[in-house]
């Protein structure tokens, strides 16, 4: 179906997602733009099997190379474009489909600075945070705290976040999946295919 897929002006992450769509032989169609503001794409995993996703760039004004301080706090990045794609997010979870937030680093050549696992983990659940005893000065709880995104209560409509990636050992395109444990429409990780990498959590 995607072979007379014409739309233009896509944004380099798009053209990356649909490579990585068509080298792994995945079957995808373009969501059509609507009145209310929908998701981009659906990937079709099956006879009654599909997830929606959500591109989501970081970018900047200034080249990487021209900014002589990088850095930040951990997990801003995505943070903000969980807060940038709620409207799409929710129009297709609201259909009872899950829905995945896909963030591509096109600012970073490495795709490194804002987009690393613990940057996806501290927006998601929040920053770790570790308790210490004052008497003994030994630590005696870790836990997420400050800043958590997903919550029972907050943003259940997000099935997972996902990190594109292009670029390292012979260039390969990789996905990898950072599941919400609080999604309404969670997704059936048994039945994806090894394409997409998968870290799942058990914070309860």
Same mark, same amino acid.
């Given at each position: 179906?995607?072979?007379?897929?014409?739309?233009?002006?896509?944004?380099?992450?798009?053209?990356?997602?649909?490579?990585?769509? &068509?080298?792994? @032989?995945?079957?995808?169609?373009?969501?059509?733009?609507?009145?209310?503001?929908?998701?981009?794409?659906?990937?079709?995993?099956?006879?009654?099997?599909?997830?929606?996703?959500?591109?989501?760039?970081?970018?900047? &004004?200034?080249?990487?190379? &021209?900014?002589?301080?990088? @850095?930040?706090?951990?997990?801003?990045?995505?943070?903000?474009?969980? *807060?940038?794609?709620?409207?799409?997010?929710?129009?297709?979870?609201?259909?009872?489909?899950?829905?995945?937030?896909?963030?591509? *680093?096109?600012?970073?050549?490495?795709?490194?600075?804002?987009?690393?696992?613990?940057?996806?983990?501290?927006?998601?659940?929040?920053?770790?945070?570790?308790?210490?005893?004052?008497?003994?000065?030994?630590?005696?709880?870790?836990?997420?705290?400050?800043?958590?995104?997903?919550?029972?209560?907050?943003?259940?409509?997000?099935?997972?976040?996902?990190?594109?990636?292009? @670029? @390292?050992?012979?260039?390969?395109?990789?996905?990898?999946?950072?599941?919400?444990?609080?999604?309404?429409?969670?997704?059936?990780? &048994?039945?994806?295919?090894?394409?997409?990498?998968?870290?799942?959590? *058990?914070?309860?």
């Amino acid at each position: 179906m995607h072979k007379a897929y014409t739309r233009m002006q896509r944004t380099y992450s798009e053209l990356v997602f649909e490579r990585w769509l &068509d080298n792994n @032989g995945l079957s995808w169609r373009p969501i059509p733009t609507e009145q209310v503001r929908t998701p981009d794409y659906a990937v079709i995993l099956g006879p009654s099997a599909e997830i929606v996703f959500e591109l989501k760039q970081i970018e900047s &004004d200034r080249n990487w190379e &021209d900014d002589i301080v990088h @850095g930040g706090e951990i997990g801003a990045f995505v943070r903000e474009r969980i *807060n940038r794609s709620k409207p799409q997010i929710r129009t297709s979870s609201s259909q009872g489909k899950p829905t995945v937030l896909v963030v591509f *680093n096109a600012y970073d050549p490495l795709q490194l600075s804002g987009t690393e696992d613990h940057d996806f983990i501290f927006a998601m659940y929040g920053a770790y945070t570790l308790k210490m005893s004052v008497e003994s000065g030994k630590i005696i709880e870790g836990f997420h705290g400050r800043g958590k995104s997903f919550q029972a209560n907050k943003n259940t409509s997000f099935s997972a976040i996902a990190r594109l990636k292009e @670029g @390292g050992r012979e260039a390969a395109i990789r996905m990898t999946i950072f599941e919400n444990i609080h999604a309404r429409v969670p997704i059936d990780y &048994d039945s994806l295919p090894p394409c997409f990498e998968v870290v799942r959590f *058990n914070l309860l």
